[in-house]
């Protein structure tokens, strides 16, 4: 196996063109399997066109990310924009890419683009090593659920969520040329090599904590419902008005919109709220999630769904803490593996947008930080609406303001 990466400042053919040629010629041929990043200000339309043309049997799976990518080349997001491509030369693994729209279902949507990658592949009725999912967001656990349904719990899913610039709902996804906006996008990967992940969260809990004691949810015509057990809209927290609990939690950051509501996103960034997702002996990890907003019924809205009954307990975090943890992530992994660098081939990491934002004057320093836990080695990294991984029990789960760390390895073959 062997990977390599890419990267463009202009969506014309001509860039990509260039781009790819760049890539084929770090890889020493066509490769087997294509990864696309790139901003909503970059047209995703015009480069997975010039993909196809240049590569037309290619299985090509893109997505849109905050802002633009980062490469082991270095960050790409000037004025908005960052085209990155990930590179797969693996001609005895397989590879396939499906996709299918969300509408109102997407369990079933993630079933069908399970099916469709697997045909792809050639691979009907098998299980992958892997599966890299993109999905707009707001329907991550549904699709995880639906991928399980087809492939059972045992296969590990990591990937992130498409994103825009702003939060406005301007993501995309792709397939070959085929766009979509609210799409689940999924790869099944079968490399000839083995595949390591890890799944973190990189914040510390306080002592902090509360019950979810009421859940709502929205109509469509913006009516409430107080019946709810799950969903993305916190009520209450121990029977008290969810934003006041959590404002208390955070020392009274959050006062002026306690009652009035309002956006809360860029300012609860270091503060999620996180719930134990399993144990490494007696030690927990968390999954995050990611408060938004806060409603005029002092409740608060998540990018991840929560349930009655689950412990909240307040995580902290530090613009430091932020810069260094990719790194550390994919150092991390390695040492728990027990795997050298030199024996990665390539790696994909899913970074939060929200944390991107939070240090965003500082990016170089986090491609710093994964070029030294992996020297040499070629990496994409994506910022994105939400995160999906597998922690170290074997849980697949939905997150926000995580990182998730893909790392391919190589070969005994030399290239």
């Known amino acids: 196996m062997k990977i390599a990466t890419s990267w463009a400042s202009a969506s014309d053919q001509t860039?990509?063109?260039?781009?790819?040629?760049?890539?084929?010629?770090?890889?020493?041929g066509t490769p087997n399997y294509l990864y696309l990043s790139c901003s909503v200000e970059d047209s995703i339309e015009e480069i997975s066109r010039a993909l196809k043309k240049l590569a037309p049997h290619i299985p090509l799976h893109g997505s849109t990310s905050c802002l633009g990518s980062m490469t082991e080349q270095g960050v790409?997001?000037?004025?908005?924009?960052?085209?990155?491509?990930?590179?797969i030369l693996d001609p005895v693994g397989g590879y396939g890419v499906g996709a299918a729209q969300i509408q109102h279902d997407a369990k079933t949507a993630a079933k069908e683009a399970v099916e469709a990658a697997l045909a792809m592949a050639d691979c009907p009725g098998e299980v992958p090593s892997m599966v890299w999912?993109?999905?707009?967001?707001?329907?991550?656990?549904?699709?995880?659920?639906?991928?399980?349904?087809?492939?059972?719990?045992?296969?590990?899913?990591?990937?992130?969520?498409?994103?825009?610039?702003?939060?406005?709902?301007?993501?995309k996804q792709c397939v070959q040329d085929r766009i979509y906006t609210?799409?689940?996008?999924?790869?099944?990967?079968?490399?000839?090599?083995?595949?390591?992940?890890?799944?973190h969260s990189g914040y510390e809990p306080t002592e902090q904590k509360g019950?979810?004691?009421?859940?709502?949810?929205?109509?469509?015509?913006?009516?409430?419902?107080?019946?709810?057990l799950e969903g993305r809209m916190v009520l209450e927290i121990d029977h008290r008005p969810a934003m006041e609990v959590y404002n208390e939690w955070c020392g009274g950051i959050l006062d002026d919109v306690v009652s009035t509501g309002g956006n809360i996103l860029t300012r609860t960034t270091l503060y999620p709220l996180g719930r134990v997702a399993g144990h490494v002996g007696k030690i927990p990890y968390f999954q995050l999630s990611h408060p938004d907003s806060a409603t005029?019924?002092?409740?608060?809205?998540?990018?991840?769904?929560?349930?009655?009954?689950?412990?909240?307990?307040?995580?902290?975090?530090?613009?430091?803490?932020?810069?260094?943890?990719?790194?550390?992530?994919?150092?991390?992994?390695?040492?728990?593996?027990g795997i050298d660098h030199k024996d990665i081939a390539g790696a994909l990491v899913v970074?939060?947008?929200?944390?991107?934002?939070?240090?965003?004057?500082?990016?170089?320093?986090?491609?710093?930080?994964?070029?030294?836990?992996?020297?040499q080695t070629p990496f994409l990294g994506i910022y994105t609406f939400g995160e999906q991984g597998c922690f170290l029990g074997g849980e697949n789960r939905h997150g926000n303001l995580m990182i998730s760390v893909l790392l391919f390895r190589k070969s005994e073959t030399t290239f």
């Open 182 to 199: 609210n799409a689940v996008v999924l790869t099944v990967l079968f490399p000839s090599t083995e595949v390591i992940f890890a799944f």
């Open 351 to 375: 970074y939060c947008a929200g944390c991107m934002l939070t240090v965003r004057e500082r990016l170089g320093e986090v491609v710093d930080g994964l070029k030294q836990a992996l020297p």
């Open 133 to 171: 999912m993109t999905s707009a967001p707001g329907h991550e656990e549904a699709a995880i659920a639906g991928i399980a349904e087809i492939l059972g719990d045992d296969v590990p899913v990591t990937g992130g969520s498409s994103a825009d610039n702003t939060v406005s709902g301007l993501w």
């Open 211 to 228: 019950v979810v004691t009421k859940m709502g949810t929205l109509d469509n015509e913006g009516n409430l419902d107080e019946s709810a």
């Open 76 to 87: 790409h997001n000037q004025d908005g924009r960052g085209i990155a491509i990930f590179g």
């Open 296 to 337: 005029e019924r002092g409740a608060f809205t998540a990018f991840s769904n929560i349930c009655v009954g689950d412990e909240l307990v307040l995580m902290h975090g530090t613009v430091e803490s932020l810069i260094t943890r990719a790194g550390r992530v994919a150092a991390s992994t390695l040492d728990t593996h």
């Open 15 to 28: 860039s990509i063109e260039k781009a790819y040629s760049a890539l084929e010629q770090q890889l020493g």
